[in-house]
């Protein structure tokens, strides 16, 4: 069984910046993607950062320039450091985990509240 544990999560004042951490262990068959989705209040989970086995990287046009997404491949963690934050990064940040047979697993989230 994989499981995702996520920490970091806090609340912070806008310009503020946090680091999320998410350690992987268990049976995990095959590394595709590691990365990072969040869920606003109100709103639908959407993609934050991505990082492939290859180490390519992908971010929402809304955190580019201001997240910064990394893996170590030997442990099997994900990070992401988040700087300048605003009001509207206040989410539930999820780490998830997609093996080579394209299998989504979740961490149980992290919050993160940037006040103004």
């Known amino acids: 069984q994989t499981q995702l544990v996520e920490s970091g999560g806090g609340l912070v004042q806008a310009g503020g910046s946090l680091r999320l951490a998410c350690v992987a262990s268990?049976?995990?068959?095959?590394?595709?993607?590691m990365g990072w989705y969040r869920r606003a209040p109100g709103k639908e989970r959407e993609l934050v950062a991505l990082i492939t086995w290859s180490d390519s990287t992908m971010y929402a046009d809304a955190v580019k320039d201001r997240f910064t997404i990394s893996r170590d491949k030997a442990k099997n963690t994900v990070a992401l450091e988040m700087n300048s934050l605003k009001p509207e990064d206040t989410a539930v940040y999820y780490c998830?985990?997609?093996?080579?047979?394209?299998?989504?697993?979740w961490g149980q989230g992290t919050r993160v509240t940037v006040s103004s």
């Open positions: 998830l985990l997609r093996d080579q047979w394209m299998t989504d697993y």
């Open positions: 268990g049976r995990i068959f095959g590394l595709n993607a």
